[in-house]
């Protein structure tokens, strides 16, 4: 009884549906503060301290602003699309171990969640295609062809990468697998490569720069999401949030041994789960918006080339590197 | 309580579109140097958006011509309310140095509503933001 509480708790509150709201709103501010902070700026600074607040202050203000739907848009995918998008990205957080509460793993943890997450990330990708060719617009519908363009490249290296990891542990379950990184040193530093172009790829999958050609504002006005307003655009600035969390959550749980690490004394495990966990997800979302700060956008060509010539054969590489090493017997 | 944290959250974050309705470009450059490190209105929730759906305030330099005039109001229907307009410069206010042209509207305000007026040929960034603070103070009022 007291267990099964417990689970609800752990399914509601933390580190649950609240919890990860609170998580993606947070990210989404250390992101745009330190990206801020890179350029000289202060960025949000007025809005609870330091500018906490400001992007819960937006997601309100959306949410109460009129929502206009286009006559010329197919209605149904223009519905659709973000509350399925938000689902999605909220689905999956829940097999990546975040605080384990109860069991020692993530809360739907299985064997073979790894597919799933990857199947979830594609669907999402596929989604803002979808959003975009249904607003009928033409920014929006180069917007959407250029994100299901940008989808063919970065998808595959990024499989092989998260399935190389699953491949060093000997499962493809999440949670086990950031077990098996935390406590195998050897483990950890043979998937540095991986986790570098893992960290590529999740910049491409989140459309930030240099891969933020589907919403290039220069070119295309804001891409697929050009026609979206009010509590539609509130659901996908929400959704893309969630996204980012989840990319940082999976990569820190698959390279970095997400919340497990070494104990801390004196403290209870579960403190140092969170701990740990927000530690290497804040540095992982440190690093995302490093990049966004350092670049510029790449052409859509140059994006399709560059992770079929370069990322695709890195990754490929990593995974025999992988393959050699348990041959071997390196990697116990 | 629950209208007290929608106004709230209106004040914290408003979102400008940037439209040049037939300005000389000096008050384009002034509009951007305030979303520059130098002035930096991120601090205050500000972003520039691209699409016209997702903002808040319609920031408008240069008195209308008469050919972009139907561009404009479509570009006011399309964003979603509540809506502001912020006409920035002597021209977005009066016509300026363009009054009285055959090809010109004297104003922003013989075409759509505005909110306030920044004059100044061009107005420095300080009197744009100056500008915006006037705005959310109008919304604060405003019951
Ligand atoms: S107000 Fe002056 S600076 Fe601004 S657009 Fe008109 S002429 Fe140019």
Known sequence: ?332 | MGLGLVKWSRIKSPWILHFNSGACNACDIEVLAVLTPRFDVERFGMLLKGSPRHADIIVITGSVTRQIRDRLVRIYEQTPEPKFVLAVGNCAGTGGVFQQCYNVYEGVDKVIPVDVYVPGCPPRPEAIIHGVVKLLQKLQEAS
């Open chain 1, 1 to 332: 009884m007291m267990r099964e509480a417990l689970g609800v708790v752990e399914l509601l509150v933390f580190p649950g549906f609240l919890f990860l709201s609170w998580l993606a709103l947070y990210f989404e501010w250390v992101d745009r503060k330190f990206y801020a902070k890179l350029q000289y700026r202060y960025g949000p600074l007025y809005t609870g301290p330091k500018g906490f607040l400001q992007p819960f202050a937006d997601f309100v203000k959306l949410l109460a602003k009129e929502d206009i739907v286009p006559a010329a848009v197919d209605r149904f995918l223009f519905t659709l699309t973000p509350i399925l998008m938000l689902a999605l990205a909220f689905y999956a957080l829940f097999y990546v171990p975040i605080v384990p509460m109860v069991r020692n793993v993530a809360f739907g943890a299985f064997e073979g969640d790894l597919i799933l997450v990857i199947f979830v990330l594609t669907m999402v990708g596929f989604l803002k295609f979808l959003a975009g060719w249904g607003s009928t617009n033409r920014f929006s519908a180069v917007g959407a062809v250029r994100t299901a363009f940008q989808l063919l490249g970065y998808e595959i290296p990024l499989a092989v990468v998260l399935l190389t990891a699953g491949m060093g542990a000997g499962t493809l379950n999440i949670s086990l697998i950031a077990q098996k990184v935390a406590s195998n040193g050897i483990l950890a530093s043979a998937l540095l490569p991986a986790l570098a172009i893992s960290i590529v790829c999740f910049q491409a999958e989140l459309e930030r720069i240099p891969f933020d050609i589907p919403e290039a504002e220069q070119e295309i006005v804001a891409g697929w999401l050009t026609e979206f307003s009010g509590r539609r655009l509130a659901l996908f600035r929400f959704a893309t949030d969630l996204e980012l969390t989840l990319a940082a959550a999976l990569t820190a749980a698959l390279f970095l041994g997400g919340p497990y690490g070494p104990a801390i004394p004196l403290i209870p495990v579960q403190v140092s789960y969170f701990l740990w966990f927000m530690f290497k997800t804040t540095v992982i979302v440190m690093v995302l918006a490093n990049i966004r700060a350092l670049f510029a956008r790449l052409r859509i060509d140059q994006m399709v080339h560059f992770s079929w010539r370069h990322l695709l054969i890195a990754a490929v590489a990593e995974a025999i590197f992988i393959q050699v090493l348990l041959a071997a017997g390196v990697i116990a």
